[in-house]
């Protein structure tokens, strides 16, 4: 892991893992539980995520 993707991780993981939280409460789930598990799946995703688009920038 170089600095750019630890860098971008910082960015996105609380960006997903924030979309992830909206996108439950939107659908009505108002329960801790649900809660955290929508935020941990949004920073799971951002692990993929942080990587492709630091190798994309890298590659520029």
Known sequence: MNRLTMLMF???APTLAGMGVIISLVMGHYNVTTIL??????????LPVTYFVSRKISDL
């Open 10 to 12: 910082t960015i996105i």
């Open 37 to 46: 598990i929508s935020a941990a799946c949004g920073f799971v995703v951002a």
